[in-house]
């Protein structure tokens, strides 16, 4: 069974960064797209970037210039690197991994913008 680890969330102000990582149980050479997700109360969760095993990124509109997903192939993490963060950015945040028809999932880190 995968496991995916996410940690690095907390409580930031507006304007500040964080950085979200993924530890993921095997190798992540093994899944095709590997990507954050993240779900605001009362909201539909939600793509918020994703990156394939041929390094291809996709971003959502809303974090695009803000946001920046990678992978450390060597330690088998996705990071997520959030700066200029704003208070709809406010969810909790789930990595993710595909292959062969099959999602994984992370639990979540909660991620809060408030002052």
């Known amino acids: 069974q995968v496991q995916l680890v996410e940690s690095g969330g907390g409580l930031v102000q507006p304007g500040g960064s964080l950085i979200l990582s993924c530890a993921a149980s095997?190798?992540?050479?093994?899944?095709?797209?590997l990507g954050w997700y993240r779900q605001a109360p009362g909201k539909q969760r939600e793509l918020v970037a994703r990156?394939?095993?041929?390094?291809?990124?996709n971003y959502a509109d809303s974090v695009k210039g803000r946001f920046t997903i990678s992978r450390d192939n060597a330690k088998n993490k996705v990071y997520l690197q959030m700066n200029s963060l704003k208070p709809e950015d406010t969810a909790v945040y789930y990595c993710?991994?595909?292959?062969?028809?099959?999602?994984?999932w992370g639990q979540g880190t909660q991620v809060t913008v408030s002052s």
């Open positions: 990156i394939t095993s041929g390094d291809n990124t």
């Open positions: 095997e190798s992540i050479f093994r899944f095709y797209v």
């Open positions: 993710s991994a595909y292959r062969a028809g099959s999602d994984y």
